[in-house]
């Protein structure tokens, strides 16, 4: 029996998030109306506007190719920005971390604290790389002490698309409606396939049961198909994440431990993230 003082992962509270003033509320409201995908996603603009969102996609775009070049096949870790060190899920996320280099990947992450932060810094202390692909937001977006490289972004969308391309997997820690956005992002590219049957690994079986009988209801309503249940694990061990990553990942896409063959270029003064040890076998 459990000792009274005793509490699962799922009953470990979050500390409340601090009272947001007024003035905070305002300069929110300042940062968010002038931002590119306010006025992307607003309806019709003048053509010249619309064309300098579309510039301001593709610099966007630019931005992340160029800093993430050489940083080798990653696994992508999804989980809530607002973990504290000392919960457990941030330390699960953290001994995550240091596995997931062990296999030879690089650990990606949105860059920020929380579940990211522990991440990264995994990574880090098991002498691994380590990167964030950050956006720009007037509370939670500064980026973790942990990465080694990392870019940060004005669209939401440009984000994601980079966290998918350079994922030969993915990890999702318990989160909020932006690790479930980058979840279920991840999930229809899958199932349409427009990216290849990467593993997605659900951590923290407590928490997303839940959402996972839910899914399972969507196939007797005749909504998805059920082989498209086989595309997430739900796991609370990290031997079983890493074994499924390793199935699902490293076997089922042939992936062998060589350098990098590509060389960077002086001119367009791309960074040094250490030479790719996992790559694509041929």
């Not at 931005?63 to 000392?86: D, K, Q, Y």
């Not at 079986?205 to 996972?212: E, F, G, N, R, V």
Request: glycine share 8%; charged share 25%; aromatic share 8%.
């Amino acid at each position: 029996m459990d000792k009274p003082n005793e509490t699962t992962a799922s009953q470990q509270k979050l500390p409340p998030r601090q009272e947001v003033s007024r003035e905070e509320e305002l300069e929110d409201e300042r940062f968010t109306s002038s931002s590119p995908d306010r006025q992307l996603l607003q309806g019709p603009n003048w053509r010249m506007t619309d064309f300098k969102l579309v510039m301001s996609v593709v610099r966007d775009f630019m931005r992340a190719f160029r800093a993430l070049h050489f940083v080798g096949p990653c696994i992508t870790v999804f989980g809530s920005a607002r973990t504290p060190e000392s919960h457990e899920h941030y330390q699960l996320a953290k001994q995550m971390g240091g596995e997931l280099v062990k296999l030879g990947f690089t650990v990606m992450t949105g860059g920020g604290p929380g579940i990211m932060e522990a991440a990264n810094r995994g990574a880090k202390e098991a002498g691994g790389r380590s990167v964030g692909c950050n956006i720009k937001l007037p509370m939670e977006q500064f980026a973790n002490r942990w990465l080694d490289h990392g870019v940060t972004l004005e669209h939401f969308f440009v984000r994601k698309t980079i966290l998918m391309k350079y994922s030969y997997g993915f990890v999702v820690m318990p989160g909020g409606v932006g690790t479930m956005d980058e979840t279920f992002e991840a999930l229809t590219l899958i199932q349409t396939g427009k990216i290849r049957n990467f593993p997605i690994v659900l951590m923290g079986s407590d928490y997303w049961q839940p959402l996972m009988d839910f899914v399972k209801s969507m196939p007797m309503a005749g909504m998805i198909s059920p082989e498209d249940l086989k595309l997430v694990h739900l796991t609370d061990s990290v031997e079983d994440a890493i074994q499924h990553l390793k199935d699902r990942a490293i076997q089922q896409f042939g992936l062998r431990r060589r350098r990098s063959p590509d060389k960077r270029l002086p001119w367009l003064l791309e960074p040094t993230c250490g030479d790719a040890e996992v790559t694509k076998a041929g």
